[in-house]
């Protein structure tokens, strides 16, 4: 579908320009594309990646004080390779002889703990996440401003931006944006995966990949010598997205102790593979649960490494797609927004809750393509407790229809929320 096509990403809108005074460092994934939106963006600039030894010798016998000269204004690939030279980039900046330098790193862990004690306070950040729905579907390029999700986020007025758009799309348009979703859920948005024409092949890749990020990122975040217990973990953690974590059952399930439980989840985390989603923070309705919930940010890597396959849909799945979604808009483009879940001890659950400065949204997760007044009582549960903080309650769904379900109430599709 996209195997002949140059996708657009959302993130390079908000990278700087190359005569900005600012050190941009861009970190995500391995195979989210850093590489080929960093070129793109900058391509006038030299280009250095560490994952040539040649590199990491070369750059690493330039002299502190020549780097402004040797180097200069570069864009320096995988970083964390090499740590030692972000004490020169440091030097080369806090001295003037470089105004701007591109980094880019797989680790962030590594790559934090070095800006944190070398470079804070002169780095820009930014992540770049598997491709996104509307990427998917705008492959030519989308503006941020033409986003449901953003413009939902940005006024604090949901009637107002849902009375602008039409109630159903049509023909061609919903067929595109139905097989992108199909393949995010299915197939995931790994850069090389959108590329590859044949569902074998995506499989093989898939399985590599896995591979791959057990040798390299994690021999890059810890000494582990045996990755048997690790591998087994991964496969645990899989077949629990979307589900309240507990490290007391993974560990008993993984045959390892709780504390090494934690820091196999930390390894996930920082690498970029997991996410935690936090509860919310206020008691609204009733006492809640102080625990977290595990999403993959990339569904064909979670189905890869559970062993559910590429055939299965289900809520699971479904979920996992939409929490992924909303975390990739969010951090990709810096909102100002904070996602969190409701969940209370007596069993009342809300699957996602969005505070932005002018309240709070809450949205249900239904994996069908009908929806019914009885998907929204928890919704106008909690709308009531919340208020007037409260800006509106929505359903996605797998559906084609905008449709209003009460006051400031809404059952809005996924491909329309996203695309």
Same mark, same amino acid.
């Given at each position: 579908?996209? =195997?002949? /096509?140059?996708?657009?990403?959302?993130?390079? !809108?908000?990278?700087?320009?190359?005569?900005?005074?600012?050190?941009?460092?861009?970190?995500?994934a391995r195979q989210t594309g850093k590489t080929s939106l960093v070129r793109k963006q900058y391509h006038t600039l030299p280009y250095y990646n560490l994952?040539?030894? =040649?590199? &990491?010798?070369?750059?690493?016998?330039?002299?502190?004080?020549?780097?402004? &000269?040797?180097?200069?204004? %570069?864009?320096?690939?995988?970083?964390?390779?090499?740590?030692?030279?972000?004490? /020169?980039?440091?030097?080369?900046f806090d001295d003037g002889g470089v105004k701007f330098s591109v980094l880019t790193g797989s680790s962030q862990i590594l790559l934090l703990k070095n800006i944190q004690e070398t470079l804070a306070g &002169?780095?820009?950040?930014?992540?770049? #996440?598997? #491709?996104?729905?509307?990427e998917l579907i705008n492959p030519g390029g989308i503006a941020l401003e033409s986003m449901?999700?953003?413009?939902?986020?940005?006024?604090?007025?949901?009637?107002?931006?849902? /009375?602008?758009?039409?109630?159903?799309i049509m023909g061609k348009e919903w067929d595109q944006a139905k097989a992108a979703e199909s393949w995010l859920n299915t197939w995931g948005g790994m850069a090389p995966v959108i590329h590859i024409d044949t569902a074998q092949n995506r499989r093989f890749w898939l399985n590599d990949y896995a591979m791959a990020y057990l040798e390299r990122d994690l021999a890059d975040l810890a000494s582990l010598h045996d990755l048997k217990p690790f591998r087994k973990f991964q496969q645990?953690?899989?077949?629990? %997205?979307?589900?309240?974590?507990?490290y007391t059952e993974l560990a008993k399930d993984a045959g390892i102790g709780i504390e090494t439980a934690r820091r196999y989840m930390e390894y996930l985390r920082i690498s970029y593979q997991t996410f935690l989603l936090q509860p919310f923070h206020k008691n609204l309705t009733s006492s809640l649960v102080k625990t977290p919930k595990l999403y993959w940010f990339d569904n064909g890597l979670?189905?890869?490494?559970?062993?559910?396959? #590429?055939?299965?849909?289900?809520?699971?799945?479904?979920?996992?797609?939409?929490?992924? =979604?909303?975390?990739? #808009?969010? &951090?990709?483009?810096r909102a100002e927004a904070k996602l969190s879940f409701y969940r209370t001890r007596s069993g009342m659950e809300i699957d996602f809750l969005l505070e932005t400065? !002018?309240?709070?949204?809450?949205f249900e997760v239904k994996s069908r393509?009908?929806?019914s007044a009885s998907d929204f009582t928890n919704l106008n549960r909690l709308a009531e407790a919340a208020s007037p903080e409260w800006l509106g309650g929505f359903v996605i769904y797998r559906g084609n229809r905008i449709e209003p379900f009460g006051k400031s109430s809404w059952a809005i599709p996924s491909v329309r929320l996203f695309g």
């Open positions: 579908m996209w =195997e002949n /096509k140059q996708i657009n990403r959302i993130a390079s !809108h908000l990278l700087p320009d190359a005569d900005a005074r600012q050190i941009l460092l861009l970190t995500g994952d040539a030894i =040649e590199f &990491r010798d070369q750059l690493s016998a330039i002299s502190t004080f020549s780097w402004a &000269r040797e180097v200069g204004v %570069a864009v320096i690939d995988e970083i964390q390779k090499e740590p030692g030279l972000f004490d /020169k980039i440091k030097f080369a &002169r780095v820009t950040l930014r992540e770049l #996440f598997p #491709f996104m729905l509307g449901l999700l953003f413009n939902l986020i940005l006024s604090g007025n949901p009637e107002k931006i849902l /009375k602008t758009q039409g109630s159903v645990i953690s899989a077949l629990r %997205a979307a589900n309240l974590l507990s979670l189905r890869h490494l559970s062993g559910l396959g #590429f055939d299965l849909d289900n809520g699971q799945l479904y979920e996992n797609y939409i929490a992924s =979604e909303l975390m990739k #808009f969010i &951090r990709s483009t400065k !002018h309240g709070i949204m809450g393509e009908t929806v």
